[in-house]
């Protein structure tokens, strides 16, 4: 083989090298774990006599057994109603913040707009489950701060961590944060839209109100949708948060969220066939979720395009 054929084997299989790295990364740690999950969830325990002894316990095929019971068990159906509660409150709440964070960063008169960008986004740089500890002791009535003003007021004290009130709790969390991401990845989009777009629009009369409404808004309309698809997925995903006020509250069982009922069943009950299961259904009906608001929103964008 020639010394010019060495080398141009050599810079067509560059590529490839530089890929496996990330594809055995991506088969260690996403597909085999994605595939093991699946086989488990087709499969169960049958235990023979008193299931004591070698042999008493035997991994059997199950087939779609575990996804008949998941989908037939309320409590996951019940968790499932909680989380839709719950990202009804979230999403709209911390895009619109985001939004208008965003819009505001990017006028002209705004002032020490790099302090103001990092106080906005620094609560997302926060561990979950810190930032639920943190609003968690706020939210207690007997070491809440104020709880301690609200009593000298006066005024009434709602207890957050129980009916109703948790939702807003719990959302308060996600909100508080998740906004300072979402923010960053408008705001950035803002950045990009160019100065003459702006100049245009003031030399034709209009207000900043306008400019924001009718330009900026329309123009950060794929951060919009791509923002809303990531918040969707958090939202169907909820666990930290719950799961670290559960100790302060009676109001959050084991099983409020879908991923709480998977871990209680697959760490508390030992089932990890039937926690595969709700994990996998989990995954479908994210990703249906998803998929259909992405094709919703392509599907509107070439709606407009026509126009």
Do not use: C
Request: glycine share 8%; proline share 6%.
């Amino acid at each position: 083989m020639t010394t010019a054929r060495r080398k141009s084997y050599g810079v067509k299989g560059a590529p490839y090298a530089f890929l496996l790295p990330a594809t055995i990364l991506f088969a260690l740690f996403f597909a085999l774990p994605i595939g093991y999950a699946l086989w488990l969830s087709l499969h169960k325990v049958k235990v023979s006599g008193l299931g004591l002894g070698a042999g008493a316990r035997k991994e059997v095929w199950a087939g779609l057994e575990n996804y008949t019971d998941a989908v037939t068990d309320n409590e996951l159906i019940d968790g499932g109603l909680r989380v839709l509660g719950y990202g009804a409150i979230v999403v709209p709440v911390m895009l619109g913040l985001a939004l208008l964070f965003a819009l505001m960063l990017d006028t002209d008169k705004v002032r020490f707009a790099p302090f103001t960008r990092l106080a906005i986004f620094l609560p997302y740089a926060i561990p979950g489950v810190v930032a639920a500890l943190l609003w968690g002791f706020l939210y207690l009535p007997d070491v809440s701060p104020f709880y301690f003003v609200l009593d000298k007021l006066g005024m009434p004290q709602p207890n957050l961590l129980d009916g109703g009130p948790l939702y807003l709790a719990l959302s308060n969390i996600a909100v508080w944060g998740g906004t300072g991401f979402n923010m960053i990845v408008i705001y950035t989009s803002l950045q990009a839209i160019p100065a003459e777009v702006y100049e245009a629009a003031k030399l034709d009369g209009a207000t900043p109100l306008q400019i924001a409404v009718k330009i900026k808004i329309p123009m950060v309309a794929p951060s919009l949708v791509l923002t809303f698809f990531f918040s969707i997925i958090a939202t169907l995903q909820v666990f930290s948060e719950p799961t670290t006020l559960k100790p302060l509250t009676n109001s959050v069982s084991t099983t409020w969220s879908p991923l709480m009922k998977v871990y209680r069943d697959a760490f508390g009950a030992g089932d990890i066939y039937a926690a595969a299961a709700e994990a996998v259904i989990i995954a479908i009906v994210t990703l249906i979720l998803s998929f259909g608001f992405l094709r919703a929103a392509n599907s509107r964008n070439k709606q407009e395009e026509a126009r």
